[in-house]
Structure formats: structure tokens, C-alpha cells
């Protein structure tokens, strides 16, 4: 399962520095995933923060020191998620009319706004219009670039890609913690609006940088452009690639996507990602996403400063750090390996391990709760959940958007990307309740129902989820049609797919053949 010759109909060679010029744009993409990380660790840090909490907070006098209202914690962190979901919903819809080039633009733009709001405002109301605005400008930032790395990587690197994106991510929330603890003990407003200021550096880095790159050729074919196709696909495979290995490339990606429009290329694309064949996908791709919300990282991500405080850690700052470079750790432990080993494999191994992880801390709270040794215990297997599921994430994102076809790849990732946000929010919206001393106060004893949670996702990934290791999207479109069922994915192979690369191959090698006997013959005629 996590060995063995991987049988695929790629034509590129597989190595990494064939295709340095995709990997160059498609990191600068992964940009994207950065501003997601950076949200994440400065809100969190915020919410422990005295110069944000004297603006948005109260003065608590019992324990004299400064706290904020449970509800208007929940609405500050979960309203960017709810921002996220509609976003996410209207990716689909803005793709198909203008592409994805336009709608990472459109995330920059709504991220522009939405900060200088923050920056600016000391109103609760347009903090929250400003957060759900952010929303919106994330969950495209998100979705439109990992539909752009999905269709613009070769086949064998889509893993690598999942893995830098993921660690842009943790690089995000390593830098959004490390401003947040140079600035928390800071007592006036600058306290977070100089960690605010950060959102504007990478989406201005990537709006420039978009002027430079191609549009995905997949979303052009499914436009009927194939001249336009033809050349994005050249911008983003180095020069020195052989025409042969090119037009079996392309080859495969214009036949496959022409029959997948001509067999199903309706207009109403929210009903077809519904129907025959494409409801497995469908299904899959939305399940495969969720796993990041249904395992129980949302409330850890968002609380782990928080949560930290209250178990009565000392220096919750500086641990939440260390918690968060565990999560780099994993993702780059896991570059070593992806282009080794089966998907689910990894997949399995990340959602048990994060299963047990929640257990243990669970077990070690109930045990001695708020002990110095069970806030010991809570920040090691925090940090071991960190590792692990940072470890495996990004290729559950890969997945999802691997299972859908060509034209339908927006609208599919689109849902599932907000149910995993509406998913998000509703982990992020009732973690107060359970781990907020002035509720049920459970701490760490919330993780008894995320590891039954990672359980059931073990579960589902071993009978359900196909493995698509170094497969070419075209592969795993003709596996789908063929209703091959999921524990046959990695042994099939796609013979009709083959052939289209075979059929371009052939085509071009009899022109090199027939340009280089005409060479021949006005050699000989000028002699």
C-alpha cells in the first residue's frame, strides 16, 4: 500500500528540476494559504491581549484584569469563518465566468479593505462587517489557489505543491504569533494594529506577481480557448521540455476535457456535480475537505493561546509558538515522503494519530485537572496533534480537488471548502462554551469527543477514499467514469488516456521524422 512502481499515464519526466518554472509560480500561488496562517495565530493572540481587549473588552474586577465577553469572542473569531463560507460558495459561480487568476485579485482586494477597517476602527460593529468581509477574501484566497495548483502541476509534483501551501500556512501562523508576542504586552492600540498590519504584505507580493503568470490551462479548455490553453500550458512548463512530452500533456488535457463537456456540459453545474458519475466525486471531494474541520483542529488553532492561559501555563505566548512550529515540522517531515507513500496511507496515519492525541490530553485533564503536570501533558499532545495533523492536511486538500472533472473542479471544491468552514465555525463558535471556566469549564476533557470524531474518519478513509498517488487529473477522470472502486484505484490502469498521450507522441515524433528527411533532401539538392 505505501510502496511499489506507481502505475500512471504522465508523459513529463518525473523529477523535480524538469519543472522548475511551475513550482517557482506555483509557490508564489501558495502565498495564499500564508494569509490564512497569519489570521489564525493573531486573532487568537489577540483575544489574551490587554491593548485589544481595553478597546473591545471590559475591565474585569473580580479578577482584576481586563477579559472579554464569551459572545463577543465567539463573534470576532467565527464571523471570518461565516465570511469564508460565503466566500467559498461563490468561487464556483466568479470561476467559471472569469477564471482563477481573477479571482485570487478579487481576494487581494476585499483583503485591502477589510484590513484598513481593522486598523482604522474602534467599533465593534465594524469590526465584525470587517472580519466577515476578511472572510470572504480568505476563503478565496484558499480556494482559487489550490484549484490553480491542482491544475497547473504535473501530475507526480501535485503532492510537493499541497506540502509548500501547507507550509506557507504554518509559516503564516509562526510569523502571526511571533508579532503577536512582541506586541502583547503592549497597553495602548498599536498592541494589534501592527500585527494587523502584516495582512497587507503577501496579498500585494501575489497581486503583482499575477500579472506575470498564466491562466490555468484547464479552466481555458473548459472555455472551448485551446490556442489559449496550448500557451498557458507552454508558460508553465520550462523551455527545454520535449515537444513530444508537451503535446502528450496537452493532448490528454484537451481530449479528456472535451469529452467531459461534451458528455456533461450543462449550464446549471450546482445540479450536474449531483448526477450520475459525478455524485461520488462530489461526495468525495466534500468529505475529503471536512476531514479538516471534523477532526478537531479548528478549536485548537483558534484557542491554542487562550486555552493554554486558562490551563494555567505560564507564558502562553511563547508555547503557542512552539506549538505552531510543530506544525511546521510536520509539513516539512512530510515533503520527504509524499512522492513515497500512498495518500491514504498518510491520511490514515494523520487522522489516528490525532485521534489519540485528543485522548490522551483528555485523559490527562480528567485525571488531575489544572494540575502543573496536566498543562504539561496538555501542551506536549497539542503539539504532537499539531504535528501530525499539519503532517497530513494538505493532501486532504489535494484529494478534494483531484476527484472532481475539469469543469466542475470550482463548483465542487467551492461547497466543500464552506461545509469545512461551516464546520469551522461551528467547532470555533461552541469551543467557549466547553472550555471557557465561566461555562461547562471541561479544558482539555473537550478532546473525548474529537477522538471519537478521528475515528470515524479512520473508518471512512479505509473503505471509501481512492488513492490517487502521481496520477494525471485526466487518469483519475477515467477512473471515476469506469466506476472503478476505490481500493482498485492504485493498480488500474487507464488505458484510454494512454492512448491520447500515445496518439500525440506518435504524431509528433513522424514530424520530426518527416522535417528532418526534408533537411535531408535540400541538403542534397544544394550539394
Given at each position: 500500500?505505501?510502496?511499489?512502481?506507481?502505475?500512471?499515464?504522465?508523459?513529463?519526466?518525473?523529477?523535480?528540476?524538469?519543472?522548475?518554472?511551475?513550482?517557482?509560480?506555483?509557490?508564489?500561488?501558495?502565498?495564499?494559504?500564508?494569509?490564512?496562517?497569519l489570521d489564525y495565530a493573531l486573532v487568537g493572540g489577540f483575544m489574551a491581549m490587554p491593548g485589544f481587549l481595553k478597546v473591545f473588552g471590559y475591565y474585569d474586577e473580580v479578577g482584576r484584569k481586563w477579559a472579554i465577553d464569551p459572545t463577543v469572542q465567539q463573534l470576532i473569531s467565527s464571523l471570518?469563518?461565516?465570511?469564508?463560507?460565503?466566500?467559498?460558495?461563490?468561487?464556483?459561480?466568479?470561476?467559471?465566468?472569469?477564471?482563477?487568476?481573477?479571482?485570487?485579485?478579487?481576494?487581494?482586494?476585499?483583503?485591502?479593505?477589510?484590513?484598513?477597517?481593522?486598523?482604522?476602527?474602534?467599533?465593534?460593529?465594524?469590526?465584525?462587517?470587517?472580519?466577515f468581509m476578511l472572510g470572504i477574501s480568505v476563503g478565496w484566497f484558499l480556494t482559487f489557489a489550490q484549484v490553480y495548483i491542482n491544475e497547473a502541476a504535473p501530475a507526480h509534483l501535485r503532492g510537493i505543491m499541497f506540502a509548500i501551501y501547507q507550509s506557507q500556512l504554518s509559516i503564516g501562523s509562526?510569523?502571526?504569533?511571533?508579532?503577536?508576542?512582541?506586541?502583547?504586552?503592549?497597553?495602548?492600540?498599536?498592541?494589534?494594529?501592527?500585527?494587523?498590519?502584516?495582512?497587507?504584505?503577501?496579498?500585494?507580493?501575489?497581486?503583482?506577481?499575477?500579472?506575470?503568470?498564466?491562466?490555468?490551462?484547464?479552466?481555458?479548455?473548459?472555455?472551448?480557448?485551446?490556442?489559449?490553453?496550448?500557451?498557458?500550458?507552454?508558460?508553465?512548463?520550462?523551455?527545454?521540455?520535449?515537444?513530444?512530452?508537451?503535446?502528450?500533456?496537452?493532448?490528454?488535457?484537451?481530449?479528456?476535457?472535451?469529452?467531459?463537456?461534451?458528455?456533461?456540459?450543462?449550464?446549471?453545474?450546482?445540479?450536474?456535480?449531483?448526477?450520475?458519475?459525478?455524485?461520488?466525486?462530489?461526495?468525495?471531494?466534500?468529505?475529503?475537505?471536512?476531514?479538516?474541520?471534523?477532526?478537531?483542529?479548528?478549536?485548537?488553532?483558534?484557542?491554542?493561546?487562550?486555552?493554554?492561559?486558562?490551563?494555567?501555563?505560564?507564558?502562553?505566548?511563547?508555547?503557542?509558538?512552539?506549538?505552531?512550529?510543530?506544525?511546521?515540522?510536520?509539513?516539512?517531515?512530510?515533503?520527504?515522503?509524499?512522492?513515497?507513500?500512498?495518500?491514504?496511507?498518510?491520511?490514515?496515519?494523520?487522522?489516528?494519530?490525532?485521534?489519540?492525541?485528543?485522548?490522551?490530553?483528555?485523559?490527562?485533564?480528567?485525571?488531575?485537572?489544572?494540575?502543573?503536570?496536566?498543562?504539561?501533558?496538555?501542551?506536549?499532545?497539542?503539539?504532537?496533534?499539531?504535528?501530525?495533523?499539519?503532517?497530513?492536511?494538505?493532501?486532504?486538500?489535494?484529494?478534494?480537488?483531484?476527484?472532481?472533472?475539469?469543469?466542475?473542479?470550482?463548483?465542487?471544491?467551492?461547497?466543500?471548502?464552506?461545509?469545512n468552514f461551516l464546520g469551522n465555525w461551528l467547532g470555533v463558535f461552541t469551543a467557549p462554551y466547553f472550555i471557557n471556566p465561566a461555562s461547562l469549564g471541561w479544558n482539555a476533557k473537550y478532546g473525548y469527543i474529537w477522538f471519537g470524531s478521528n475515528m470515524i474518519l479512520f473508518v471512512f478513509t479505509?473503505?471509501?477514499?481512492?488513492?490517487?498517488?502521481?496520477?494525471?487529473?485526466?487518469?483519475?477522470?477515467?477512473?471515476?467514469?469506469?466506476?472503478?472502486?476505490?481500493?482498485?484505484?492504485?493498480?488500474?490502469?487507464?488505458?484510454?488516456?494512454?492512448?491520447?498521450?500515445?496518439?500525440?507522441?506518435?504524431?509528433?515524433?513522424?514530424?520530426?521524422?518527416?522535417?528532418?528527411?526534408?533537411?535531408?533532401?535540400?541538403?542534397?539538392?544544394?550539394?
Amino acid at each position: 500500500m505505501a510502496a511499489g512502481a506507481v502505475i500512471s499515464a504522465n508523459p513529463l519526466q518525473l523529477d523535480i528540476r524538469s519543472h522548475r518554472k511551475c513550482l517557482a509560480i506555483c509557490f508564489v500561488i501558495t502565498i495564499s494559504s500564508f494569509q490564512y496562517g497569519l489570521d489564525y495565530a493573531l486573532v487568537g493572540g489577540f483575544m489574551a491581549m490587554p491593548g485589544f481587549l481595553k478597546v473591545f473588552g471590559y475591565y474585569d474586577e473580580v479578577g482584576r484584569k481586563w477579559a472579554i465577553d464569551p459572545t463577543v469572542q465567539q463573534l470576532i473569531s467565527s464571523l471570518m469563518t461565516i465570511g469564508t463560507f460565503v466566500g467559498s460558495l461563490m468561487v464556483g459561480p466568479f470561476s467559471s465566468r472569469f477564471g482563477r487568476r481573477q479571482g485570487l485579485w478579487s481576494a487581494s482586494a476585499l483583503n485591502f479593505v477589510a484590513t484598513a477597517i481593522m486598523i482604522g476602527t474602534t467599533n465593534l460593529g465594524a469590526l465584525y462587517f470587517a472580519r466577515f468581509m476578511l472572510g470572504i477574501s480568505v476563503g478565496w484566497f484558499l480556494t482559487f489557489a489550490q484549484v490553480y495548483i491542482n491544475e497547473a502541476a504535473p501530475a507526480h509534483l501535485r503532492g510537493i505543491m499541497f506540502a509548500i501551501y501547507q507550509s506557507q500556512l504554518s509559516i503564516g501562523s509562526i510569523v502571526g504569533a511571533a508579532v503577536d508576542n512582541a506586541t502583547h504586552l503592549m497597553l495602548g492600540q498599536e498592541a494589534y494594529r501592527i500585527p494587523l498590519a502584516v495582512f497587507f504584505a503577501a496579498p500585494t507580493i501575489q497581486t503583482v506577481a499575477l500579472f506575470f503568470f498564466p491562466e490555468s490551462p484547464r479552466w481555458l479548455m473548459t472555455q472551448g480557448r485551446t490556442e489559449d490553453a496550448e500557451a498557458s500550458l507552454r508558460r508553465l512548463r520550462n523551455n527545454n521540455i520535449k515537444e513530444s512530452e508537451f503535446q502528450a500533456e496537452f493532448n490528454e488535457i484537451r481530449v479528456s476535457t472535451q469529452q467531459q463537456m461534451e458528455q456533461r456540459g450543462g449550464k446549471q453545474l450546482w445540479i450536474e456535480m449531483w448526477k450520475g458519475r459525478d455524485r461520488r466525486r462530489t461526495l468525495l471531494s466534500i468529505a475529503i475537505i471536512c476531514f479538516h474541520c471534523a477532526n478537531g483542529s479548528s478549536w485548537i488553532n483558534i484557542y491554542t493561546t487562550y486555552f493554554l492561559t486558562t490551563a494555567g501555563v505560564t507564558e502562553p505566548f511563547s508555547y503557542s509558538i512552539m506549538v505552531t512550529c510543530m506544525g511546521l515540522i510536520g509539513v516539512l517531515v512530510s515533503l520527504f515522503f509524499v512522492r513515497y507513500i500512498d495518500r491514504r496511507v498518510i491520511v490514515l496515519t494523520g487522522v489516528g494519530a490525532c485521534g489519540l492525541c485528543q485522548l490522551a490530553f483528555a485523559v490527562a485533564w480528567t485525571a488531575a485537572p489544572g494540575t502543573v503536570v496536566s498543562a504539561k501533558v496538555v501542551v506536549a499532545f497539542i503539539s504532537l496533534f499539531t504535528f501530525f495533523y499539519v503532517a497530513y492536511a494538505p493532501y486532504a486538500w489535494l484529494m478534494g480537488g483531484e476527484y472532481p472533472n475539469n469543469h466542475l473542479r470550482a463548483h465542487t471544491y467551492g461547497i466543500g471548502t464552506a461545509l469545512n468552514f461551516l464546520g469551522n465555525w461551528l467547532g470555533v463558535f461552541t469551543a467557549p462554551y466547553f472550555i471557557n471556566p465561566a461555562s461547562l469549564g471541561w479544558n482539555a476533557k473537550y478532546g473525548y469527543i474529537w477522538f471519537g470524531s478521528n475515528m470515524i474518519l479512520f473508518v471512512f478513509t479505509w473503505f471509501f477514499i481512492p488513492e490517487t498517488r502521481d496520477r494525471t487529473l485526466e487518469e483519475i477522470h477515467e477512473m471515476f467514469e469506469a466506476n472503478v472502486p476505490a481500493r482498485k484505484f492504485k493498480g488500474y490502469v487507464c488505458e484510454s488516456t494512454r492512448a491520447m498521450a500515445n496518439a500525440a507522441m506518435k504524431e509528433k515524433d513522424v514530424e520530426a521524422v518527416h522535417t528532418e528527411e526534408v533537411n535531408k533532401e535540400r541538403a542534397s539538392k544544394e550539394d
